[in-house]
Every structure is written in C-alpha cells, then in structure tokens.
C-alpha cells in the first residue's frame, strides 16, 4: 500500500505567515511580523513563529535550506507546546534530516503531536503503523489514527484512510 507521509506540515501557509502578521496579531513596521521579524518573534518565545522559520528554513523559503537550524526550532516550539511543531520534528527523524534517522524518535513525536491535536501528526504516526516502521505492523490502529487525521481536516490522512480501507478489504 502507498501511503503519503506528509514531510513538513503547513509551509505554504508559514511562508505566508512569514510575510504578514496573523490574524489578531498587530501588523506594520513595529510588528514582530514584519520582515525579518519571524526571528524576533521566535526569540520572544511564540512557539508558532519557531514552527514556522523551521518550515521555511526546512523547504527553504527565500532562504538557504538548514535542516539542521529547522531541527532545533523544531525541537524549541514542540517543547514550548507547539503540536506542528512535534509532527515535523518527527519527520526529520524519520527522514535522517538534520539529525540521524531515529523511527523511536519520530513515532515518540508524532505520538505527542497527534495527542495535541496534529492531524498531520496523527496520519504520519498511522502511515508508521501501516507500513510496520518502528512499531509491528498495525492494519486497524492505522485506520483510527487516519481517521482521526481526516476528521481534523487532513486531506493526506483522508487519502490515507481511503487506501488504509483498501488494504484491510484485501486482507480478509
């Protein structure tokens, strides 16, 4: 079965929250989010704002990809609380990128990210189950963490339910 597996979640939405300040947020010159001001807001402890410069550092938006600088705002923002946050540092273990691959890492982290409300946490941690990376192959464990994904708004963990349901017709 091929299941996608969402590598970073949310980059074009950061690359846009990069440019302009949130809504809620105070937008101008004197905003955090002003260019350049993603730092400075990360610095200031906004876990989102760490998320997000790791998502544009990650893909390299406007800037020189550093896998390894995403891993450590990565790491900030899913410690400060930051569920996203966990799920891509998840996919960085499981990728090897910017660390060394570690799929106990990465199925701990998307645990973590799924439990705060991730979806794109809970599909990656079902697309694990799935496939029997880092944990024994679980065919109906998948299912519910797919269905989780796409009842939180996850088209990936949608089309993943779809072929997660194809797989489990074809095992009976």
Known sequence: MALAVGALG???FAATRALAAPEG??????SPWASGGIELACEQGLASACNDLGVTLQKGLGVPR?????FRLFDRACEAGEAEACSNLGALYQAGAGTEMDLEAALSHYTRACRAGSALG???????Y???????????????LFT???DRG???????LI??????VAER
């Not at 947020?25 to 004197?30: K, L, T």
């Open 148 to 150: 989780r994904a796409c």
């Open 10 to 12: 949310c980059s074009a």
């Open 130 to 144: 799935a496939e029997g990376k880092g944990v024994r192959r679980d065919a109906l464990e998948a299912y519910d």
């Open 66 to 70: 550093d896998s390894r600088a995403a």
């Open 154 to 160: 996850s088209a990936m963990g949608c089309n993943n």
């Open 163 to 168: 072929a997660s349901r194809t797989s489990i």
């Open 25 to 30: 947020e105070p937008a101008g010159n004197d």
């Open 122 to 128: 809970c599909s990656n941690l079902g697309a694990l």
